[in-house]
């Protein structure tokens, strides 16, 4: 538990990251399932009430912390492209997936008994819809009206899958993305005339 004692915030954004933070040590400390808003007033040092006055409920906490972590990682990704790292499809995918293991308050999500939290924000996640189909349409290859977020939606669904099922190995999961992955997300269907 936190010894800090909550104080007023002149910015927004820097209790909402202070929040965020305590959260991230609920989460890690209780099991993201089983913190509860308690558990992360305690952990900021702070009320509920002030919990609840930037965060309406749990399910609005999960998924401001998912996204803040979403977009560090996209920065992060970002960054490793201007020094020069791989930059197709599917070293973002294995790049994505190593910082989010590489990160304890991350991987927690994934755990067993974590598992609904996550796959409950990524079906309701408009940012990470909205970055899966940023992902996809970089391939700038001519799709029918849908066929791209419903790509995006099965690659976001493959991440969260490797995530919580890992391979055997890192370069067991680059072949399962390699070959069942990019492929579907990649190549433009062949249509049935009817």
């Known amino acids: 538990m ?4 909550w104080r007023r915030h002149a910015d927004v954004d820097h209790a ?3 929040l965020l933070d305590a959260a991230g040590g609920a989460f890690a400390t209780f099991g993201v399932a089983s913190a509860t808003m308690v558990d992360v007033a305690r952990m900021a040092g702070c009320s ?5 006055r930037y965060f309406p409920d749990q399910g609005s906490l999960h998924l401001a912390y998912v996204h803040r972590a979403t977009l560090r990682i996209a920065h992060q990704l970002a960054a490793d492209r ?3 790292a791989p930059d197709t499809l599917v ?3 294995v790049a994505g997936i190593a910082y989010v293991r590489a990160d ?6 994934f755990e067993p008994e974590n598992m609904a939290v996550p796959i409950t924000v990524s079906q309701s996640s408009t940012l ?3 970055m899966s189909v940023g992902l996809i349409g970089q391939l700038n290859e001519p799709l029918a009206h849908g066929e791209l977020e419903r790509r995006a939606e099965w690659m976001l669904r493959s991440i969260v899958m490797l995530l919580a099922m890992p391979g055997p190995d890192e370069e067991a999961e680059r072949s399962m993305i390699e070959q069942f992955v990019v492929p579907v997300i990649a190549t433009t269907p062949v249509r049935s005339q009817t």
Do not use: K, M
């Open 48 to 52: 509920r009430a002030t919990l609840y």
């Open 2 to 5: 936190s010894n800090s004692r």
């Open 128 to 130: 990470l819809q909205t």
């Open 16 to 18: 909402v990251d202070e």
């Open 91 to 93: 070293e973002r995918i």
């Open 82 to 84: 201007e020094a020069g």
């Open 104 to 109: 304890p308050l991350l991987a927690v999500w």
